[in-house]
């Protein structure tokens, strides 16, 4: 025992160190990332307030603006009447655009007309003169740029972390930098260095207050917008991101200030990290890297949408823009600013921005500060010390219990550091415990595994493995034991059988047979079912023990309509291997049956005893006599509401003195075809005139039957029977029913 114990804690031990090598970095373990990141965003998800900030308004370049107004880009002109309308007529604060104007606008064509005027229209002076007059009307550029000339607008432009062979490095022109990074820390941040950017023109953004990059290197290995940078480096400058400098403006404040942690070391090797973002009178959490995790409200729809067209036309509402923040951004697909976030899968690039500004203003700003990291590290030495020594002491329920108890302290701890605003980690504690609990139930499941043994020798003959371990989760249920139940059972057998075998020889017979009853065996194993034993040809098979099947008769017939696809299939195989075709009929029936093991003290066999066992073969040597492949009696047909079934007779069969109404299953109702549907229909009426010895109409209904099917031998067998009865009518009392006097 004491040895016992000492391999439990070195094991739990070395749980442990796995996992604290994961969380000192020297080994990264994904799927504990990716656990991790699950976590962050249930919590996310869970507290969301789903709720609308009417701060931040966003215009949208959405599909019915791009309809109205015509696809992107708009001409610049139309971009100044937009701002000019933001500001003038709605009285917007600030304007952020989460868009690059990168390129020249060249939709007015004054390019072309100053190519004429300086080679074939370079001596028509009214042409010239025109062009003077209009000039400055084309100027679409300029236009946007004097529209943007003091008011309070942030142009979007993006960073590159990684340039292609060929691509240049710098396009457009860089707003002012926030600051000039330090020389003697500017390589110790672990903020994004990025090599190259794509900008707006420089009249453009000479024109603007300030512009703010929208790009995001910090993207999860998911694909999921979780983290943002509010701040990147470039050629030793620090720029902010849209959001950042969104807020700024509307703030009216250009100062900003880098909270920065060091150890006062003067060696040279002092340690820098970056704590917090100050603006204003906000201080804005970030980690070693200036990011911040996105705050989400909710869904998309957390701010207020104006289709841009709206802006054009001055028909949105003044009420809904007159001092509010305002992003510009689009959710059309074609324009592809749509992000995976941990709320939704599509969401617009521009609400991510809205959500962060929002978060400053609020001071939501969720934050993972540098300790978190000592705390993750004694957190997993604590549980797993408390764990390792108190399991062994107690119970499997109590362990149960104990392990819930802990882990639900972790998450409730989590919870309530979220609520201020701290992320603490969540996923390695959960895992440690599933861990250290897993390996200590180990020695109970040794205990149950040689249950599951015990069970396998009982029934492993019998059932299929995928059941033996089902039955294993509570093996003192099942036993040898007789008992009365209600089960289904099913007999198969091979019709001419005699005839087959006499044209075959030993070694070929037997390979037949093997080649037959596998693939049987393997349909009723798949559905469920019990073999009870093979007798020959034959397979005798049962649902509902010993493991109890609320649905045995459906499974049953399930395998029984499967076995006959199965056989089609092997039908071709056999036409292959030169060897005769065969075909099986089936029989089934629901009702009362002795199961458990019987036999004598010589050898004993887990089988089923009864009436109900006896009608089941009894209607499988029917099949032959109907001409049908499966017959079921009325109280299998009862279980299955959900198939269709052709009455084939009501019989009385040897040893049994009670009719039974047996029947052909047809197929499940959802797949029943409409000329197979009127056949049915007709037959219902050939049988009520049948039994009602209506022998004119009777035999005219089958007679057409006849035509329609002629392979059908249920359709003569009562051409013969009306036949007989108008020579010996069956009398006023006949109630309908056959006797069939041999098995």
């Not at 039957?705 to 031998?713: A, S």
Request: charged content about 20%.
């Amino acid at each position: 025992m004491q040895l016992q114990r000492i391999i439990r804690l070195v094991l739990s031990a070395l749980i442990l160190c796995a996992l604290l090598v994961n969380t000192s970095g020297l080994i990264e373990y994904p799927f504990i990332k990716q656990l991790e990141n699950w976590t962050y965003d249930a919590r996310l998800n869970f507290t969301r307030s789903d709720t609308i900030d009417d701060r931040i308004v966003i215009v949208d370049i959405d599909e019915n603006s791009l309809a109205e107004v015509g696809r992107w880009p708009w001409s610049r002109d139309r971009l100044a009447t937009f701002v000019e309308n933001l500001f003038g007529l709605y009285q917007a604060d600030v304007v952020g655009f989460d868009i690059v104007f990168a390129e020249k606008d060249e939709s007015s064509g004054l390019e072309q007309f100053e190519r004429l005027a300086s080679t074939t229209l370079k001596d028509n002076s009214t042409y010239l003169r025109e062009l003077d007059r209009i000039r400055p009307s084309l100027m679409h550029d300029e236009i946007f740029a004097e529209s943007l000339i003091g008011k309070n607008v942030v142009l979007g432009y993006y960073f590159k972390t990684n340039l292609q062979l060929g691509e240049p490095a710098e396009i457009g022109s860089l707003p002012p930098s926030l600051t000039r990074v330090d020389a003697q820390w500017s390589e110790r941040l672990f903020i994004n260095h990025a090599v190259g950017y794509g900008a707006n023109l420089e009249v453009l953004q000479r024109s603007a207050r300030s512009g703010g990059y929208f790009d995001n290197p910090f993207v999860d290995a998911d694909g999921v917008f979780r983290r943002v940078p509010l701040i990147q480096a470039y050629d030793g400058h620090l720029f902010a991101s849209l959001s950042l400098a969104t807020a700024q403006g509307h703030l009216e404040t250009a100062d900003i200030d880098l909270i920065i942690e060091t150890d006062g070391s003067q060696s040279g090797n002092e340690y820098y990290a970056l704590e917090a973002i100050k603006i204003k009178d906000f201080s804005i959490p970030v980690d070693a890297s200036g990011a911040v995790f996105v705050p989400y409200r909710g869904a998309q729809g957390s701010f207020s949408y104006i289709p841009a067209h709206r802006i054009l036309s001055g028909e949105a509402d003044v009420e809904q823009l007159k001092g509010k923040i305002v992003l510009v951004g689009t959710t059309a697909p074609g324009l592809l600013d749509l992000r995976s976030t941990p709320v939704q899968n599509i969401y617009p690039g521009v609400e991510v921005h809205a959500n962060i500004i929002s978060g400053i203003l609020d001071n939501r700003i969720k934050h993972k500060p540098a300790w978190t990291l000592g705390y993750e590290f004694v957190l997993l030495v604590v549980i797993a010390v408390s764990m390792a020594l108190l399991l062994p002491l107690v119970s499997p329920l109590l362990a149960a219990a104990g392990a819930l108890g802990i882990a639900a302290m972790v998450t409730i701890g989590t919870f309530i550091a979220w609520n201020s605003n701290l992320i603490l980690p969540m996923a390695s504690p959960l895992l440690l415990i599933v861990l250290i609990f897993m390996l200590h139930m180990t020695y109970g499941f040794f205990i149950e595994s040689r249950g599951k043994r015990q069970l396998a020798n009982l029934f492993g003959q019998y059932i299929p493995p995928e059941l033996v371990d089902e039955m294993s989760e509570s093996p003192q249920e099942y036993s040898l034991k007789g008992e009365n139940r209600e089960m289904t059972v099913l007999f198969s057998d091979v019709r001419g059988f005699t005839s087959i075998s006499e044209g075959m020889d030993p070694r070929q017979l037997t390979q037949l047979m093997n080649a037959l009853l596998t693939p049987m065996t393997r349909v009723i194993h798949k559905n469920r079912g019990t073999i009870d034993k093979y007798m020959g040809d034959a397979i005798m098979s049962f649902w509902g023990a010993p493991l109890a099947d609320s649905e045995h008769a459906r499974h049953a017939l399930y395998a029984a309509m499967e076995m006959m696809d199965e056989l089609k299939i092997m039908q071709q195989d056999f036409k292959q291997r030169g060897w005769p075709d065969v075909n099986i009929g089936i029989g089934l029936n629901t009702g009362n049956m002795n199961v458990g093991n019987m036999g004598s003290e010589f050898r004993m066999a887990y089988t089923v005893l009864g009436d109900a066992v006896n009608l089941g073969s009894r209607l499988e040597g029917l099949t032959k006599n109907y001409g049908v492949n499966i017959i079921v009696s009325e109280t299998t047909m009862a279980e299955i509401p959900e198939f269709i079934f052709r009455e084939l007779d009501l019989v009385r069969v040897k040893g049994k003195s009670e009719p039974v109404a047996i029947f052909e299953p047809i197929g499940h109702r959802n797949d029943l075809e409409e000329s197979v549907a009127s056949e049915l229909t007709a037959y219902k009426q050939a049988l009520i005139h049948f039994r009602s010895q209506s022998w004119d109409k009777a035999e005219l209904d089958f007679s057409n039957l006849t035509r329609l099917d002629p392979g059908r031998l249920l359709y003569q067998v009562y051409l013969d029977r009306i036949a007989f009865f108008r020579n010996e009518p069956p009398g006023d009392d006949w109630d309908g029913v056959f006797t069939h006097t041999s098995k």
